[in-house]
């Protein structure tokens, strides 16, 4: 028998079913005093020589205490100064240690942060988010003629409503993440929060030109949500609608929370806390105390300074906040690899802006906040998403490649970085333009296997030819790069080989890609996408085809393919043909690149014939069983049937793929006369297999199946 030091046995919670069973009591909480009587710690707080804040910041800290006292006692600047030093990359964050907040007053989940996301979100895509890309930014005002950057973020939001869907958004997301892993909501009804969050300071600005400062949470998001979760019922819409109502107040209005908005709030806290403090008499507590007592408060560091080493406001609290999060957690963003990268990579370029090494410009490309028009104007390239992607690669890969391949082991604590390390971390952020594309996890995957990371282009000191024009600009690169242009061949490289990525005829490597017969995701030897793209960018053959795949990718014509080109001299079929002359079949017509087979063996015939000619005699002893007998006429048959089966399986699925791509609209299943009777001829073989093939009932059957009357 447990019994607590309250006296009641087991915590007198044993036949309650719907709830978890109970090893804490809530704490007794007195209600928010008044707002005169935080005056003291508020002005304690603004005194203290390692904090940056404005007087909103400084009440919003204040007012959300629990025990103000203990607050003005932690922020004293006077004698031994109690905030906790944080160092983080370029200074120190300065927080206030564990103290009691709470929860409905000024709190939000982070609305921004990208903690759920596995994808940056981007307006170059084709499907762009459905709300404004947000971003925080360092609150930066002037003093006396003299910037001055604060500790508190600042981000534009139209109006109250704008920022209620984007709370909404966040906890939804993060409740959902990883199949709800990160909900906490059973834990915080058994004993609470035990665990400090750590918050941060928001001033949201409004359309209107108002504005209203909340804090955030930086860590502990999980827990933040799950606390509404508990105090609503554990339904994730509901503990939104809660949490909005609550701490933002009606979405009608406009501007910031009024004063009679913010006196409401604590006195509704205080009705609170007077129901769980009745309740807690009880010698069985009912549901509404225990989710309101647990819900009620919870522990909280607060960040309320960040300072450079030689004692200046710190000019990025973004990356100081990053840094801290990364110190908190083995990953920044536990819960998707991609998330992690992606994070990790803005991270790196706000590193690379401090640095002088990328502009500001091109930091804005680079982390999805602008959209085509925005980067033609600025960085004078073809606004295709193309070239989105082809920003990054350069940045990372090309010029100060040295200088960024250090920050990329400082970011991610790796010691070697090496063309999968790389490859697999910038992905994510190189095809954020085609994050709506069917194919894109396929091409992420691509990038992970090393993707256009070739010699030529990492480590080469090459730059992206500007102009409007992408097909003026390819065909630029093609005439350059065929005259011996290292520049334009790493160029090449990376626009025809990411396009080529997007199209599928570039994926990864893989145990089950070897084939001799001509299919959909096949290949007729094993070879890296760097591999394949490095055997391209040696031949003229190859070049041509790189510059063919993407004319056809930027055209977006179903009537413009990418074509396949001779990648050596060589003599084919008594005709003599010469590197990068068009491969012609026996029709006189163009052959055309349909899978990725097709470009794997044009990049190295030799190889690509050799190989498939061992693929075949194994496959051939496999179907003889290796013994020399000859097969009955059956076997031979049925395996011909399986084999042709799985063909067209392959086939369909290949074109059922072109079709998600490129739309029905180009009738790449042909006509649907035609259509009709590749299907009649289906039903046919379905009819044979199922009349002729073996019974797989519980019993005999009694058919006529001939017509013959010849029964049982």
């Not at 009641?8 to 704490?27: C, G, H, I, K, V």
């Not at 603004?46 to 800290?61: C, Q, R, Y």
């Not at 507590?285 to 819900?295: D, F, I, K, Q, V």
């Not at 059956?634 to 369909?652: I, K, N, P, Y």
Request: with cysteine.
């Amino acid at each position: 028998m447990i019994t607590s030091a309250f006296g009641d046995s087991e915590f007198d919670d044993a036949d309650d079913t719907s709830l978890p069973p109970l090893l804490r009591r809530p704490e007794p909480t007195p209600g928010p005093v008044p707002v005169t009587a935080l005056r003291g710690a508020r002005k304690k707080l603004l005194d203290n020589p390692l904090t940056n804040l404005n007087e909103d910041a400084a009440t919003a800290v204040t007012s959300g205490a629990v025990d103000p006292g203990l607050l003005a006692a932690l922020v004293d600047g006077e004698g031994t100064n109690l905030l906790m030093a944080k160092p983080v990359v370029g200074g120190t964050l300065y927080s206030i240690a564990p103290h009691r907040r709470y929860t409905d007053l000024g709190v939000l989940p982070d609305f921004i942060n990208q903690r759920w996301a596995h994808q940056l979100h981007t307006p170059m895509d084709v499907e762009p988010p459905t709300l404004p890309r947000l971003t925080y930014d360092t609150l930066a005002v002037t003093i006396d003629g003299k910037v001055e950057y604060l500790a508190i973020f600042t981000v534009r939001m139209k109006d109250r409503a704008a920022l209620a869907k984007a709370v909404e958004d966040s906890m939804r997301r993060t409740h959902e993440a990883q199949g709800g892993a990160n909900d906490y909501t059973d834990s915080v009804l058994q004993q609470g929060v035990k665990e400090p969050l750590t918050l941060f300071l928001v001033r949201v600005e409004y359309d209107d030109g108002t504005s209203d400062t909340y804090l955030v949470s930086g860590d502990g998001n999980s827990r933040l949500v799950s606390m509404w979760l508990a105090r609503s019922g554990g339904e994730i819409d509901a503990a939104a609608r809660l949490c909005i109502a609550t701490v933002i107040g009606p979405l009608g209005k406009s501007g910031p929370r009024s004063t009679s908005e913010i006196r409401n709030g604590r006195q509704q806290v205080e009705a609170m806390a007077a129901r769980v403090l009745r309740g807690l008499g009880e010698k069985t507590l009912t549901e509404a105390t225990r989710r309101e007592g647990h819900t009620m408060t919870f522990p909280a560091t607060v960040v309320v300074g960040a300072r450079r080493q030689d004692g200046t406001p710190l000019e990025d609290l973004l990356a100081g906040r990053d840094d801290l999060l990364a110190n908190l957690h083995v990953h920044v963003t536990p819960w998707t690899e991609g998330a992690q990268s992606a994070q990790g990579m803005q991270r790196l370029f706000q590193h690379a802006v401090r640095q002088d090494l990328i502009s500001k410009s091109v930091m804005r490309v680079l982390t999805g906040q602008a959209d085509l028009d925005e980067m033609r104007r600025n960085l004078q390239l073809p606004a295709h998403r193309l070239w989105a992607t082809a920003v990054p690669q350069q940045v990372l890969l090309a010029g100060n490649y040295r200088r960024m391949r250090d920050l990329v082991r400082q970011e991610f604590g790796i010691s070697r970085v090496t063309r999968t390390a790389l490859g697999s971390r910038m992905g994510t952020v190189v095809l954020a333009p085609y994050r709506s594309a069917a194919n894109h996890d396929q091409a992420v995957r691509t990038f992970d296997n090393g993707g256009t990371i070739t010699d030529i282009v990492w480590g080469h000191d090459w730059h992206l030819t500007k102009g409007e024009d992408p097909v003026q600009i390819l065909d630029e690169l093609l005439a350059k790069a065929l005259a011996g242009d290292l520049d334009a061949v790493a160029e090449l490289t990376v626009l025809g080989g990411t396009a080529a990525i997007l199209e599928g005829l570039l994926t990864r490597d893989r145990g089950s890609k070897e084939d001799y017969t001509r299919a959909d995701l096949k290949a007729p030897y094993r070879a890296t996408p760097t591999r394949i793209l490095t055997m391209l960018s040696q031949t003229r053959g190859g070049l041509s085809m790189l510059h063919s795949i993407a004319i056809a990718h930027v055209a977006d014509d179903p009537a413009i393919l990418p074509k396949a080109f001779h990648t050596a001299n060589a003599v084919i079929d008594g005709t003599a043909v010469d590197d990068g002359q068009p491969v012609i079949d026996r029709a006189g017509a163009r052959v055309t690149l349909e899978y990725e087979w097709d470009l794997v063996y044009f990049a190295n015939p030799a190889e690509a014939a050799s190989r498939k000619a061992t693929l075949q005699a194994e496959q051939q002893k496999k179907k003889d069983g290796g013994s020399g007998i000859e097969i009955p006429e059956h076997v031979r048959l049925r395996q011909q049937l399986t084999q042709a089966v799985t063909d067209a399986s392959r086939a369909a699925s290949a074109l059922r793929r072109m079709v998600v791509q490129k739309g029905r609209e180009r009738d790449i299943f042909g006509s649907p006369e035609g259509v009709d009777a590749l299907r009649q001829k289906l039903s046919g073989i379905s009819d044979i297999l199922l009349r002729y093939g073996p019974s797989h009932a519980a019993f005999d059957l009694d058919l006529d199946l001939d017509g013959d009357g010849a029964g049982a």
